[in-house]
C-alpha cells in the first residue's frame, strides 16, 4: 500500500540498548522527518532530511541519529537509550507544503 | 526561529455547540499555517492549510480557521461540533521557503460532550 509506514508500532527497550526506528514512505517525497511526542509539548523536530544523505539536526536530536541512504527509508536510531527517550515518535515526508505522517511507535525505555 | 501558541490546553464543548481553537505565532518572515488533528493512538491528519490567497480556508468536515496577519493568528473553528471532533488540534507553522520542517503548537484537546 502507498504512503508512509513505521515500525515497529510498539516496543519496549532497557536503557542503555541500542534500539532502530524504521520508516519508510512510498510516495518518494523529497523530505522527510523525524519527530517526537510528549505530553505539553506538542511535537517536537529530532532531525530533518532535504534528500538522500543530506540530513540536518532540529530542536532535541541529543542522544539520536539518522541515515538516509535511499529516498525512500529514514531510520532514527537511539545509540544508548536512556528513561528521557520514553515518547511516541512520527515520522513524516513531504514534497512540496504539508507534511505527511506515519502512525507513530510508542517507544518505552525501562 | 518561528513558534506557535496554542493558548488553550482544554477545550471542553457541548455536542452542536460553536468552538473556536486558538493559535497565534511568531516568525519574521513568510510562513505557510496548518491546522493536524489526531484521533487517538493515530498520526496526524491534515485539516487544512493557509499559503496564500484567500485568508479564510475550510476543510471538507466543517471547520475553517482565518489567517490574520496583523494579529499574527491562525485560528480555528466549527459552528456545530459532533462528538465524532473529540481529538487533539494542533497548529503548526513552516517557512515559506527553503526548510521544509514545521513547528508545532502543544496541542488543544477538543472534548465534545452530549
Known amino acids: 500500500d502507498a504512503g508512509i509506514t513505521q515500525s515497529p508500532r510498539y516496543k519496549i527497550t532497557e536503557t542503555g540498548r541500542q534500539v532502530t526506528l524504521m520508516c519508510h514512505q512510498t510516495?518518494?517525497?523529497?523530505?522527510m522527518f523525524w519527530y517526537r511526542q510528549d505530553l505539553g509539548h506538542g511535537l517536537r523536530l529530532i532531525y530533518y532530511?532535504?534528500?538522500?544523505?543530506?540530513?540536518d539536526k532540529g530542536e532535541v536530536s541529543d542522544g539520536y541519529v539518522v541515515s538516509r541512504s535511499k529516498t525512500e527509508n529514514f531510520p532514527l536510531t537511539l545509540e544508548s537509550a536512556t528513561r528521557s527517550q520514553t515518547s511516541v515518535y512520527f515520522c513524516?515526508?513531504?514534497?512540496?507544503?504539508?507534511?505527511?505522517f506515519g502512525q507513530g511507535t510508542r517507544l518505552t525505555v525501562v | 526561529a518561528q513558534s506557535v501558541t496554542q493558548l488553550d490546553s482544554q477545550v471542553p464543548v457541548f455536542e452542536e455547540a460553536p468552538v473556536e481553537l486558538r493559535c497565534n505565532y511568531s516568525?519574521?518572515?513568510?510562513?505557510?499555517l496548518f491546522w493536524y488533528v489526531q484521533y487517538p493512538n493515530q498520526g496526524l491528519q491534515l485539516l487544512l492549510k493557509?499559503?496564500?490567497?484567500?485568508?479564510l480556508v475550510e476543510s471538507i468536515n466543517g471547520f475553517e480557521a482565518e489567517f490574520n496577519k496583523s494579529q499574527t493568528s491562525f485560528h480555528l473553528r466549527k459552528p456545530s461540533v459532533h462528538i465524532s471532533d473529540t481529538a487533539e488540534y494542533f497548529c503548526?507553522?513552516?517557512?515559506?521557503?527553503?526548510?521544509?520542517?514545521?513547528?508545532f503548537g502543544s496541542g488543544t484537546r477538543l472534548q465534545v460532550q452530549p
Open positions: 493557509y499559503l496564500s490567497g484567500s485568508t
Open positions: 503548526a507553522v513552516r517557512l515559506d521557503t527553503g526548510r521544509r520542517a514545521l513547528t
Open positions: 516568525s519574521s518572515v513568510s510562513v505557510y
Open positions: 532530511s532535504a534528500a538522500a544523505d543530506i540530513t
Open positions: 510516495w518518494s517525497h523529497s523530505y
Open positions: 513524516a515526508s513531504a514534497q512540496n507544503t504539508e507534511a505527511f
